[in-house]
């Protein structure tokens, strides 16, 4: 069970509305702590939807009250919307998490029906340029809806998708394509993230049960083995820096491999890095978003929506392996993630006036712009749903 959206997807249940092993080690209450994340959806995620458009503008500035773009963001903030669905049956959460599917397919990914790199989702910076990173959250989106609704069109999407992870991978594992020099590359700040194809491809096996799917799954994993460092460590930006933003698909899509295949290199891989991760987290539970290969930080603010995100890969190490630094690390992460939104109680109670802030989760610390983004919701109500019904099952 891979699918990484509601606890259930992983065999867990959600704790009854107290549970002193949850209160302990997060604050809050597991009933506290789902009103936290459905009102990060309802109220703050939802201000963000465009109504015309049926889809989300990527994030809310603050301090100038100003909306962002719509963009291939959506890919990943439809989670937002599955996650409220799976747990309250809520019709509208599932057409609003595929209008903003349909609105992302039809701008952001190259679906010209005479181009061979079809599939591919756009960087929003540079619209020629087709990522790996981007297509990986329009897959398990598309992977998502499907196993919910049985429709057709995202099997259609999600080979489109396979298509452009394909010829990646051909390509001697490129993460990069310009629509213009018809050229791949893995260079010039390129995230090269083998995790998101590892994932894609376990949970559309689980899917399908499709064998040439984990086989495709098993190639990316072991491009991913070549790729650590002697450290432990995957510097994935460029090759020559770790970034937070790129460390929990690697971590789970190693664990799941594993998993299937029984192959034990898989999770020493996963273990490695997550105890290097685990070394650098600091006493607030934080990372920061830039080490580079000489083990020096060079991008020392923090990406709040990384922390649970990289919880929940940790949950998974440690469900894998026993380890305590695994799920100490999770619940610091996750204890940190909390204080980033946007309440009372958080770390910056600012503008909570304005009713497109509050319960929403700050992009940066150190604030820098003051935006609230929708993609690192995502990151956040899943981490404390998932670690808040881990705590209670395990304890």
């Not at 092993?21 to 936290?36: K, N, T």
């Not at 460590?233 to 295949?261: H, I, M, Q």
Request: include cysteine; aromatic fraction near 14%; proline fraction near 4%.
């Amino acid at each position: 069970m891979f699918e990484t959206i509601s606890p259930s997807g992983w065999g867990l249940k959600l704790p009854e509305k107290r549970n002193a092993r949850v209160e302990e080690l997060l604050g809050y209450s597991p009933e506290e702590l789902e009103l936290r994340c459905k009102n990060c959806v309802y109220q703050f995620l939802d201000s963000l939807f465009d109504e015309e458009a049926g889809a989300l503008r990527h994030y809310y500035r603050a301090d100038v009250k100003t909306f962002g773009e719509l963009d291939s963001g959506n890919f990943l903030m439809v989670i937002n919307y599955l996650v409220m669905y799976d747990l309250y049956g809520d019709a509208r959460m599932l057409e609003r998490a595929e209008s903003c599917f349909d609105w992302a397919y039809r701008n952001t990914c190259e679906i010209h029906p005479m181009f061979t790199w079809q599939g591919g989702v756009r960087d929003g910076q540079k619209p020629q340029e087709l990522y790996v990173k981007y297509t990986g959250d329009a897959f398990l989106a598309a992977n998502a809806l499907y196993r919910r609704t049985g429709n057709e069109h995202y099997l259609f999407c999600i080979r489109q998708f396979h298509n452009f992870f394909k010829q990646a991978r051909k390509a001697g594992f490129q993460y990069k394509y310009h629509t213009g020099t018809y050229q791949w590359s893995s260079k010039g700040y390129v995230w090269q993230s083998f995790g998101f194809p590892l994932v894609c491809y376990l949970e559309l096996y689980e899917l399908t049960q499709e064998k040439r799917y984990l086989e495709e799954a098993v190639l990316w994993g072991e491009q991913g083995l070549l790729q650590q460092a002697e450290d432990g460590c995957f510097y994935l930006l460029d090759g020559e820096f770790w970034n937070s933003d790129l460390t929990a698909p690697e971590l789970r899509g190693l664990c799941f491999l594993s998993e299937v295949t029984g192959e034990q290199k898989y999770l020493d891989a996963a273990v490695r890095f997550g105890r290097w991760v685990a070394a650098r987290q600091r006493e607030d539970g934080s990372f920061p978003i830039g080490i580079d290969s000489d083990g020096e930080i060079c991008a020392p603010n923090v990406g709040p929506g990384d922390m649970p995100n990289i919880a929940l890969s940790m949950l998974r190490l440690h469900r894998d392996t026993g380890e305590q630094a695994f799920l100490d690390c999770a619940v610091r992460a996750v204890r940190y993630g909390l204080s980033l939104q946007a309440a009372p109680d958080g770390k910056y109670p600012e503008h909570l006036e304005d009713p497109h802030v509050k319960w929403g989760f700050w992009s940066w610390d150190p604030l820098f712009d003051h935006s609230l983004s929708g993609d690192q919701s995502v990151h956040h109500i899943r981490g404390i749903l998932f670690l808040s019904a881990y705590l209670a099952q395990e304890g």
